[in-house]
């Protein structure tokens, strides 16, 4: 599959909210739990104005994932980074980060931070990324959840 990266437009932005939903969903959180969630899930106007948002696409296979990098100066931050769950586990994910950090980069950047959620934090780790933090996350009967902060450093 030959994937290619480019930037989102308007009219990619519910495809975009879709596919950041799906994902999230495909980890088994509770129905109640991703309903708070759905401002932080949604891709619009004011996300593809205020951040560098690039989609990955194959030909034959549509849109298949997107990264959303905010910041300026030596911090990036990862602010989105979403992959169907169809498409999980075939590359497309590293090559959004790979993708995100040559971004950051060519920003100017020397550090890119990622709140993950808990369970992509292997996915970064696997991809140099080293935890560097927690930060509070609470939802109702999990209060005292946290989202790891991670760091990849840009050379």
Known sequence: MKVKIRDARIEDAPAL??????????WGY???WLRRWTD?????????G????RI???EDEGILGFYALAGS??????????VRPAMMGRGVGRTLVEHAVETALSS?????????????EAFYVKLGAERIGAVPAPVPGAENRTLPLLSIQIK
């Open 108 to 120: 100017g950047a020397t550090e890119m931070v990622i709140e993950a959620d808990p369970h992509a």
């Open 73 to 82: 100066g030596p911090i990036a931050q990862l602010e989105h980074l979403w």
């Open 50 to 53: 205020a951040m560098k948002v």
């Open 17 to 26: 909210t879709k596919i950041a939903w799906a994902a999230k969903q495909s």
């Open 56 to 58: 990955a696409e194959a």
């Open 30 to 32: 509770p129905e109640a």
């Open 40 to 48: 932080g899930l949604r891709i619009d106007e004011s996300v593809l």
